[in-house]
């Protein structure tokens, strides 16, 4: 389970020592929120006991999470928008795609879809992130063209850094509600398709195949999501639901 986290932090320059304080504020929220009773917070005495930290050091990393801001989804404003553009018939073209935006105005706008779908980000900003990764283009006569559904930052950038984090968390918390349920409890769906003798010449071709089905099927989930998205007066209890579709690879690779 550390092997992929530890390659993480390494090239990103932390350290054992920077790793271990972080791990003893996640094992102090966690035994907190996951080992309480009738769900208010586990007792410091026993989070001392779960965690084998003293209770003085209980108590100092309670006070380091009362004290941060509480982490938020920074790419959650550029998904957003992204959305919009592709999902907003106010910003399809004639055919129901995304349609061509100028920079600025009130008719199919880049200004008009930021101010609708794209949070608190400046739209300046936010337009250069997308066409210096890619995502957005421009075209001869200064319309801005949507090359991708989707924001993938520059590997190693803190943006990428956090969405990796994000993806992890992800499958972690699937894996461990698999190991953790009841032999009649519901599972959560997680499988894989390996095979160990494939000659790497057929590698190329792989990741072809991958990204091409994976996308697609990531493109059907995401159509499924939005249609079935809560509307402003439905008053249903909510969840975050999803998928994620990775490629498997030897550590060496």
């Known amino acids: 389970m550390l092997r992929p986290i530890a390659r993480i ?24 929120a996951d080992y309480g009773i009738s769900g208010r917070q586990t007792n410091a005495s026993r989070v001392s006991i779960l965690t084998g930290l003293t209770r003085r050091e209980v108590k100092k990393q309670r006070d380091l999470l009362a004290g941060d801001d509480p982490p938020t989804d920074r790419t959650s404003n550029v998904t957003r928008l992204l959305s919009g553009w592709f999902q907003d018939p106010d910003f399809h073209d004639v055919s129901g795609g995304p349609a061509l935006l ?28 997308l066409i210096n990764t890619g995502v957005v283009g421009e075209t001869d006569d200064g319309r801005l063209q949507a090359l991708s559904r989707y924001y993938m930052p520059s590997p190693q950038d803190p943006e990428a850094v956090l969405r990796a984090g994000s993806v992890l968390n992800d499958l972690g918390n699937t894996v ?3 190991l953790a349920r009841s032999s009649d409890g519901e599972s959560r769906f997680e499988g894989r398709a390996t095979e160990t003798d494939i000659p790497l010449r057929h590698a190329k071709a792989f990741r072809e195949l991958l990204e091409t089905e994976g996308q697609a099927f990531l493109e059907r989930i995401d159509a499924w999501l939005a249609r079935h998205r809560v509307d402003s007066d439905d008053k249903s209890r909510t969840a975050r639901m999803g998928v994620g579709v990775y490629t498997i690879g030897d550590d060496s690779d």
């Open 9 to 32: 932090l390494l090239r990103n320059g932390v350290i054992w020592k920077e790793f271990a304080e972080v791990s003893k504020t996640v094992y102090v929220d966690v035994a907190g």
């Open 176 to 178: 461990g509600w698999n």
């Open 102 to 129: 100028t920079r600025h105005g009130d008719d199919k706008s880049f200004d008009g879809l930021h101010q609708r779908h794209g949070g608190d980000i400046p739209a300046v900003a936010m337009l250069k992130e």
